[in-house]
């Protein structure tokens, strides 16, 4: 597994909205939207992006799960998503993010469950590519599909034992 050293940039922008009455013309109300992202790439140039609002609010993660995705985004091999956490990876992400591995254990356990993260085997997971991804739209669309596919053969299975 390559080291990579990770720069995270988390960028705001805020827009105010006004309600108007179209009758009398009279502001009826003010509101100011503060949408905020998170850029991450690494020192050779992988580059990937996530809307940590978005997926937190949808999905309730919290910030060490949401950094956590992203440091597992960059360090996948592009256009696949694929993740291996090993101790390995443990002590590295560990040692480059400064959580133990307890917490971080936790973090991916959450995921998991939230189906952020999908298990492939003993430590192997994929990236759920409609929250992250890197590479081309194209095989981006192509795993949502097989994921989709997927999930429905196990669905039909699962309804064929019940009978």
Do not use: H
Not at 100 to 117: C, S
Not at 135 to 157: D, F, P, T, W, Y
């Amino acid at each position: 597994m390559r080291k990579t050293k990770l720069y995270f940039k988390e960028e705001k922008t805020t827009d105010t909205f006004q309600l108007i009455n179209v009758e009398t013309g009279e502001v009826v109300d003010t509101r100011t939207v503060t949408k905020s992202r998170i850029r991450s790439w690494g020192q050779d140039g992988d580059f990937c992006m996530v809307f940590p609002p978005l997926i937190s609010t949808i999905l309730d993660l919290s910030k060490t799960e949401v950094i956590i995705l992203l440091y597992l985004g960059i360090s996948a091999p592009p256009n696949t998503n694929m993740a291996s956490i090993t101790k390995v990876q443990y002590d590295e992400m560990g040692s480059l993010l400064k959580y133990a591995e307890g917490t971080m254990r936790n973090a991916v356990m959450t995921m998991k469950k939230k189906n952020v993260l999908i298990a492939r085997g003993s430590g192997q997971y994929i990236i759920n590519p409609y929250l992250l991804w890197r590479g081309n739209k194209e095989l981006r669309q192509k795993a949502i599909s097989a994921l989709l596919l997927e999930s429905n053969n196990g669905m039909q299975k699962r309804l064929l034992k019940k009978k």
